[in-house]
């Protein structure tokens, strides 16, 4: 269980160094960033706060578990 949790977290974090959101969203960007880049960039900021809030989480869950486990 841990080890598809820390996989997850590992993927989450290569989005995160990427700068990957999916396509459909790179392309919604990319269409903002024409328009009105400081816009984009609030929303690219945004994501990334929302994977890094997800990757707490996941880590929080996990620390969980390993205080579970170390008072069996």
Known sequence: MILSHLYLISKLEQRLNDKYFGA??????NQL????????????ESFESFIRTIINYINS???????LFKKL
């Not at 459909?24 to 960007?29: M, P, S």
């Not at 960033?33 to 690219?44: G, M, N, Q, T, V």
């Not at 869950?61 to 205080?67: F, K, Q, S, V, W």
């Open 24 to 29: 459909k969203n790179d392309l919604i960007l």
């Open 33 to 44: 960033a024409i328009s009105d880049k400081e816009k984009a960039e609030e929303l690219r």
């Open 61 to 67: 869950y996990i620390d969980g578990d390993r205080d």
